[in-house]
């Protein structure tokens, strides 16, 4: 399947059909049956781990419109947004560390839809992003907690997932940002299967654990439960991963190994449909 997301040219004609959504084909974009090359910028944040939730996006919205309008008016089409960031506002954690909600004024979904509406009045496509190695490691048990993913899927990912679909400017959820800086390259993992030997560039890469040193096995399971959830309430849905370096994502150096490959996450997580497009 398609792993290296995101890049564009073309303008898009979001409000034109009403059943069309980004497809991958072939290694290809496709948008109502037209090959897309997706090129725009990365937003990332206005106001750094602000920006969603607790009713924050009204407060930055015709700066968020006045950017997408500049995307386009360059011709761009895609604009890459960071979601929960730290997890200070979304998603709203209890003081367990299960989440219990988008955010605290059950506000997040409103947001998106909004978002997404903006968007497509630009003709702009929008990838979320939804974690960061900050949130990671602001919320360790997070991770590693089975229960704690299950709560951050069934009360505030499915929400979200459906309060967006059919939304025709959703091009990607992009699970989190350069993972890499969240994995323990230090610790030989006991699992033998080679998926998980991330061991192999403890020398070569300082770019990664820099953050965070969580097993392999583990981020990779949360991926695979997060896609599987994803791809269940939304089966068209495109969902991805925002990588530190290529050599992460790809076979095709010496040095290279494609971490999310699809036997790779469903030997983590145990999913047939957690994987990326």
Not at 50 to 74: F, Q, T, V
Request: some cysteine.
């Amino acid at each position: 399947m398609f792993k290296e997301l995101f890049c564009l040219c073309l303008v898009t004609y979001l409000c034109c059909e009403t059943e069309a959504y980004i497809q991958v084909k072939e290694k290809e974009f496709y948008y109502n049956g037209t090959k897309v090359f997706l090129s725009g910028a990365n937003i990332a944040w206005n106001e750094l781990g602000k920006d969603w939730g607790n009713g924050k996006y009204w407060e930055h919205r015709a700066k968020m419109n006045e950017w997408l309008s500049g995307i386009s008016a360059h011709g761009g089409n895609v604009a890459r947004v960071w979601l929960h960031f730290s997890g200070d506002i979304s998603p709203q954690f209890d003081s367990h560390g299960y989440v219990v909600g988008t955010d605290n004024q059950k506000d997040l979904v409103k947001e998106l839809q909004a978002l997404m509406d903006d968007a497509q009045k630009h003709n702009v496509f929008i990838i979320l992003c939804m974690f960061t190695n900050t949130m990671l490691k602001n919320h360790q048990g997070f991770i590693t907690d089975e229960s704690k993913i299950q709560s951050y899927i069934d009360k505030a990912l499915v929400p979200m997932v459906e309060g967006l679909k059919g939304k025709k400017a959703l091009a990607a959820w992009e699970i989190e940002n350069e993972p890499e800086g969240a994995m323990d390259i230090w610790t030989k993992e006991s699992d033998p299967n080679t998926c998980f030997d991330i061991y192999r560039w403890q020398k070569s890469n300082k770019g990664m654990g820099y953050q965070a040193k969580f097993p392999i096995k583990r981020i990779l399971r949360l991926f695979n439960w997060i896609s599987s959830a994803i791809h269940t309430a939304d089966p068209s849905a495109l969902v991805s991963v925002g990588t530190w370096n290529p050599k992460t994502n790809t076979h095709e150096c010496s040095d290279c190994f494609n971490l999310y490959q699809d036997q790779c996450l469903v030997a983590a997580g145990g999913k047939a449909n957690g994987v990326m497009d």
